[in-house]
């Protein structure tokens, strides 16, 4: 079962303002599951509105499809730079099948490629 309070706690230790602004989890075929999103003290203007979320989750979702043989797939859009990867199961071992979700980190275009992978990867479970 998800816990969603649970899953926006999680999203919310990804964040890192003002790079690292946004974390969503997402179904392969980008359906958002739960986000985070934080704005910076120094640019409150920059808060995602739903729209944006579920743009992200969309982008996140293609980039991921195109990509999912390599381990990650990124993208810059209008929304800054989107970091996608797929949360694995342990116990998954066929190649061809779905994950269950993705993890998308939204950052600004200045956040760092490997910042951002970091963040996803190492709070990745």
């Known amino acids: 079962m998800l816990v969603l309070p649970a899953l926006h706690t999680y999203l919310s230790q990804l964040l890192s303002p003002p790079s690292i602004h946004t974390a969503l ?8 599951v739960s986000y985070a999103s934080q704005t910076s003290a120094e640019r409150p203007a920059r808060q995602k509105s739903k729209d944006d979320i579920r743009i992200i989750a969309g982008l996140g979702a293609e980039v991921w499809a195109e990509t999912r043989d390599e381990e990650e797939g990124m993208v810059e859009s209008e929304l800054g730079r989107i970091l996608v990867l797929a949360v694995e199961d342990g116990r998954m071992s066929v190649q061809d099948t779905d994950p269950l979700l993705l993890l998308a980190v939204n950052g600004t275009l200045e956040a760092d490629w490997d910042a951002m992978r970091i963040k996803a990867c190492c709070n990745c479970v």
Do not use: M, N
């Open 25 to 32: 989890l997402l179904t392969p075929e980008g359906a958002l």
